[in-house]
């Protein structure tokens, strides 16, 4: 029992800062968990782990917001498309190839923090909303199932749909709720996770829930862009580390 407790004060640290990037940004748990928990424990565990802390803050911003039937409507082909590529790439998760999934978390990061700070924002049509839509779901299910990493495409993407700021946040709450629910569905069809891994998801949600209240009490007090910034340094740090890995 002992010789777990690092370990286990690490995972409870790794959620209350997850919870505490979300409630400064937003957003940001499932990348921050996957990310430290990818250089503790196997992908495949770090997945599991984050579920139910995920689930539970990603719904919270879903009801929260004013307009969830409209949203629904509007994106409802993406979020299949989430489903279907989530369970598929879930396999790659399940595995069992170690070196595979870690130096695949890490590109996602690695291509995630780099877009957010580089990319020019994107503007998608209205008339090709519906098209893109697909692929950008049936790519992002495929991140998520294979990496844990929910916000490629699908944060840019629905960045680029002239939503005004609630809607934004209220569907990107959408979105990771979506996918936290479809990776659960992933893991579970592949063995994945077992009941010892659900119940430590459930208690790992106290601490996230404390570091999104800390997070939220601390947003008025930095700046939100210095804040952003020095958190996508963070990820793309990490995700070199974890790219590169199994080359050394």
Same mark, same amino acid.
């Given at each position: 029992?002992?010789?777990?407790?690092?370990?286990?004060?690490?995972?409870?640290?790794?959620?209350?800062?997850?919870?505490?990037?979300?409630?400064?940004?937003?957003?940001?748990?499932?990348?921050?968990?996957?990310?430290?928990?990818?250089?503790?424990?196997?992908?495949?565990?770090?997945?599991?782990?984050?579920? &139910?802390? @995920?689930?539970?803050?990603?719904?919270?911003?879903?009801?929260?917001?004013? #307009?969830?039937?409209?949203?629904?409507? #509007?994106?409802?082909? &993406?979020?299949?498309?989430?489903?279907?590529?989530?369970?598929?790439?879930? *396999?790659?998760?399940?595995?069992?190839?170690?070196?595979?999934?870690?130096? %695949?978390?890490?590109?996602?990061?690695?291509?995630?923090?780099?877009?957010?700070? $580089?990319?020019?924002?994107?503007?998608?049509?209205?008339?090709? *909303?519906?098209?893109?839509?697909?692929?950008?779901?049936?790519?992002?299910? $495929?991140?998520?199932?294979?990496?844990?990493?929910?916000?490629?495409?699908?944060?840019?993407?629905?960045? @680029?749909?002239?939503?005004?700021?609630?809607? $934004?946040?209220?569907?990107?709450?959408?979105?990771?709720?979506?996918?936290?629910?479809?990776? %659960?569905?992933?893991?579970?069809?592949?063995?994945?996770?077992?009941?010892?891994?659900?119940?430590?998801?459930? $208690?790992?949600?106290?601490?996230?829930?404390?570091? &999104?209240?800390?997070?939220? &009490?601390?947003?008025?007090?930095?700046?939100?862009?210095?804040?952003?910034?020095?958190?996508?340094?963070?990820?793309?740090?990490?995700?070199?580390?974890?790219?590169?890995?199994?080359?050394?």
């Amino acid at each position: 029992m002992g010789q777990n407790l690092p370990l286990l004060a690490a995972v409870t640290a790794t959620f209350f800062l997850a919870g505490l990037v979300k409630g400064v940004t937003g957003m940001g748990l499932p990348t921050v968990a996957m990310g430290i928990l990818g250089a503790l424990v196997l992908p495949v565990t770090a997945a599991g782990l984050l579920l &139910m802390p @995920s689930f539970v803050t990603n719904v919270w911003q879903l009801v929260a917001g004013p #307009r969830l039937g409209l949203l629904v409507v #509007r994106l409802w082909p &993406m979020m299949v498309t989430i489903v279907v590529g989530t369970v598929a790439g879930s *396999e790659l998760l399940t595995g069992g190839n170690t070196e595979t999934t870690t130096t %695949a978390l890490g590109i996602a990061l690695v291509v995630y923090a780099a877009y957010t700070m $580089l990319a020019r924002p994107l503007s998608v049509p209205g008339r090709l *909303e519906r098209v893109v839509s697909l692929p950008v779901g049936l790519i992002t299910g $495929l991140v998520t199932g294979g990496t844990g990493i929910f916000v490629i495409p699908a944060v840019p993407y629905l960045q @680029s749909l002239g939503l005004d700021r609630d809607d $934004l946040v209220q569907a990107l709450g959408l979105s990771f709720t979506i996918s936290t629910v479809a990776l %659960a569905i992933g893991l579970a069809l592949n063995g994945g996770i077992h009941s010892s891994g659900w119940l430590a998801s459930i $208690l790992l949600v106290v601490p996230a829930l404390a570091g &999104m209240a800390v997070g939220k &009490m601390i947003r008025t007090r930095i700046s939100p862009l210095v804040f952003r910034r020095l958190f996508l340094l963070f990820l793309l740090v990490l995700g070199l580390e974890l790219a590169l890995r199994p080359l050394f």
